[in-house]
């Protein structure tokens, strides 16, 4: 079936420093891709999306390109802050027929000043 | 207005109680979903709902049961509460999927259940 597979965490950065969270892939066919943002005490929000091969998302000062080659999805961003501390969720979506997110297990991003 | 909310935002109760969890969506959106969150954050889909139609059944026991009236709720009710039932349940709403489109899904804020 398909599935997700993030970096474990939690990752520890101090502000402005560069982040990668590596997400890969497995599905059949060409699904979206997602990246969702979870703070604490709230629900999920979208980060950003692509939706085939060499499609870059960004949101707020985040990255992701859709590789197919290498199935993946890593999340990036170039300085982050304190306020970006949260858990960040890949999932992917198939396009066609009855489906929902499938999500990795999500990571932990502790940023202190 | 909230997108998507979910009450109530915090259950506490014994094992073996029946509680319901309600959800609803004024995004007009036809595709409701319920997930469970794990302690260890993982997130793992119950149901599938498009237009008042299940159309994703996880593998989730029987003693869950979710229910739409409508296409803009979507409530669980769950019987004989369990330990590891205690987890944050998450309802979300999408757009149908059925063209191809990227379905987009909004979370509402959570229902945290703690069985005791």
């Known amino acids: 079936g398909d599935s997700v597979t993030q970096m474990e965490g939690p990752v520890t950065l101090s502000e402005e420093a560069f982040l990668t969270i590596n997400c890969t892939y497995t599905?059949?066919?060409?699904?979206?891709l997602f990246w969702y943002v979870q703070y604490p005490g709230e629900g999920l929000q979208l980060l950003l999306k692509a939706t085939k091969a060499d499609d870059k998302g960004s949101n707020k000062g985040f990255e992701a390109t859709y590789r197919k080659e290498t199935t993946s999805f890593h999340l990036e961003k170039g300085s982050v802050q304190v306020s970006d501390s949260a858990v960040y969720f890949c999932a992917l979506r198939k396009v066609s027929g009855y489906s929902t997110l499938t999500f990795g297990k999500g990571t932990m991003l502790l940023v202190s000043p | 207005d909230t997108a998507v909310s979910q009450t109530p935002k915090y259950l506490v109760t014994q094992m073996g109680n029946d509680k319901s969890i309600k959800c609803e969506q004024n995004l007009g959106h036809d595709t409701m979903y319920w997930y469970k969150q794990d302690s260890k954050k993982f997130l793992k889909i119950m149901f599938s709902?498009?237009?008042?139609?299940?159309?994703i059944n996880e593998t989730v026991p029987n003693r869950f049961s979710p229910k739409s009236p409508d296409k803009a709720h979507l409530n669980l009710h769950i019987n004989s509460l369990e330990l590891g039932d205690s987890a944050v349940y998450f309802c979300?709403?999408?757009?149908?999927?059925?063209?191809?489109?990227?379905?987009?899904?909004?979370f509402g804020e959570g229902s945290r259940l703690t069985v005791l």
């Open positions: 709902y498009n237009n008042k139609e299940l159309i």
């Open positions: 979300a709403s999408s757009p149908w999927t059925g063209d191809g489109s990227t379905g987009e899904l909004f």
């Open positions: 599905a059949t066919g060409y699904p979206s």
